[in-house]
């Protein structure tokens, strides 16, 4: 199984971005993807998830700021992340769950600063 996460970078606050992440080895439309962020010093938080039926689940910290959605063709999740602020500053993972199996994808640094 391998996930292979994109999209992070500097942005202003106010600022959008837009992250993407790619399965393979699994059958993506029946795995539960999500994003979870670690921010320097603190512990790794759920920041968004998906079900196979589209349900989502959100962080408080984001709701409404951000938008989790998949293209399970494309085998694809994304996290569309809009109004950043400088807290938003974490490095952000892609995490599938699948066949009870959490597999984790490789972090991408979203900054949020001016």
């Known amino acids: 199984v391998q996930l292979q996460a994109s999209g992070g970078g500097l942005v202003q606050p106010g600022g959008s971005l837009r992250l993407s992440c790619t399965a393979s080895?699994?059958?993506?439309?029946?795995?539960?993807p999500g994003w979870y962020r670690q921010a320097p010093g603190k512990q790794r938080e759920m920041v968004a998830s998906?079900?196979?039926?589209?349900?989502?689940t959100y962080a408080d910290s984001v709701k409404g700021r951000f938008t989790i959605s998949r293209d399970n063709a494309k085998r694809t999740v994304y996290l569309q992340m809009n109004s950043l602020k400088p807290e938003d500053t974490a490095v952000y993972y892609c995490?599938?769950?699948?066949?009870?199996?959490?597999?984790w994808g490789q972090g991408t640094q979203v900054t949020v600063s001016s």
């Open positions: 995490i599938v769950n699948w066949r009870s199996r959490d597999y």
């Open positions: 080895g699994i059958v993506f439309s029946i795995a539960t």
């Open positions: 998906i079900a196979t039926g589209g349900g989502t």
